[in-house]
């Protein structure tokens, strides 16, 4: 076990809908990764979070959103879901700073187990 | 990019051999990392390797940086079934972003 907690482990829902994907991070961590793995595209970073504020925005669709909460979790919003968004959803978390990513030093993720979401 | 390239996409190997897989990147980097992802599962840190650092060590495992060439390489000796997996270089520069890793297959 990891300490970061990821809900649900599967998903099955049809084109067109809404999921929402729950992450927890490790205890003492600030900061929220999401990524999402696919066959084709590999391990795409997402967005990330660090104490509620939105820090860094890689390669997600307008179609996604997120948010991380006051007690640090987070939530991965997907919707009008296609069939190319079926894939691995993974959050990590670490004890990042508040500065961008990286600038101070080291930033080693520790990831969940992931979310397997099937848009059928 | 930002993110880490590997090489080779797949590699084949039988048990106590070396495995050594390579890792470019283009920008410039604070430092590297490394991950094991053991299949459908979440990546597992392995190692990391700083700017100013040309070689590290790690139980079976040793990474070394080449900042001039943007490159730096894992290697795992005497490999064991149990090291199964992909691995994945991120450089952190910036966003932590990952190619699309090696996939290694040991047999016994």
């Known amino acids: 076990d990891s300490g970061v907690t990821q809900t649900p482990k599967h998903l099955i829902t049809a084109t067109g809908q809404r999921v929402t994907l729950r992450c927890s991070p490790r205890?003492?961590?600030?900061?929220v990764y999401w990524y999402q793995q696919s066959l084709d595209q590999g391990l795409q970073f997402l967005i990330q979070?660090?104490?509620?504020?939105?820090?860094a925005k890689g390669n997600i669709l307008e179609r996604f959103s997120a948010q991380q909460f006051p007690d640090l979790h987070s939530e991965l919003n997907l919707s009008s879901l296609e069939l190319g968004d079926s894939a691995l959803y993974f959050c990590a978390s670490s004890v990042a700073t508040g500065l961008r990513f990286g600038s101070s030093g080291a930033n080693v993720l520790t990831f969940g187990a992931g979310s397997r979401l099937t848009v059928l | 990019s930002q993110q880490g390239e590997e090489d080779p996409q797949a590699l084949s190997i039988q048990e106590g051999e070396n495995a050594t897989m390579n890792c470019s990147y283009k920008t410039s980097i604070n430092n590297l990392q490394w991950y094991r992802q053991n299949s459908g599962r979440g990546l597992v840190h392995l190692i990391l390797i700083r700017s100013n650092e040309r070689e590290k060590h790690s139980g079976r495992l040793r990474v070394t940086l080449d900042t001039s060439k943007k490159s730096s390489s894992l290697l795992i000796t005497a490999s064991r079934a149990a090291d199964t997996a992909s691995y994945f270089c991120?450089?952190?520069?910036?966003?932590?972003?990952f190619g699309k890793g090696t996939s290694l297959l040991v047999t016994p």
């Open positions: 979070y660090y104490n509620g504020e939105e820090r």
């Open positions: 991120a450089n952190s520069g910036y966003a932590l972003n």
């Open positions: 205890s003492g961590d600030l900061s």
